[in-house]
């Protein structure tokens, strides 16, 4: 079985739930035809390209599996019978598959009493 990659970006006005509710069903499907779930990264909303069916924003969805070819047909014949799906993109993943990034604490900004002041060449 290889692994693939699938961005997909789905309608904006969707939420949270209906969200979760689109991804169990990709899930259901690809089990139930012998896939497996690698990972989700969930992109969030974001700005689009271009204007897609009226609409300038879409919530992007990363989702990497294992699967044949044949389960890559379903898959997309599937994913351009839903409505809430405005584009999809399936490629084949040649890399690893990391863990999902997790946000770093930022760094200390520095005041101004711990910044040196150099003029003309003295501190």
Known sequence: ???YETMLVLDPDMSKEQVDGF????????????GEVLKIDEWGLNTLA???RKKTT????LLY???GAELVAELERNLRLMEEVLRYLTVKWEGEISAPLK???EPEKETAEDQEVTVDGET
């Open 58 to 61: 879409g919530y992007y969805l």
């Open 23 to 34: 991804m169990e069903r990709v899930k259901k499907l690809l089990d139930e035809r012998g």
């Open 65 to 67: 599996f294992k699967g």
């Open 1 to 3: 079985m290889r692994t």
């Open 103 to 105: 946000k770093e604490e």
């Open 50 to 52: 271009y204007v897609i």
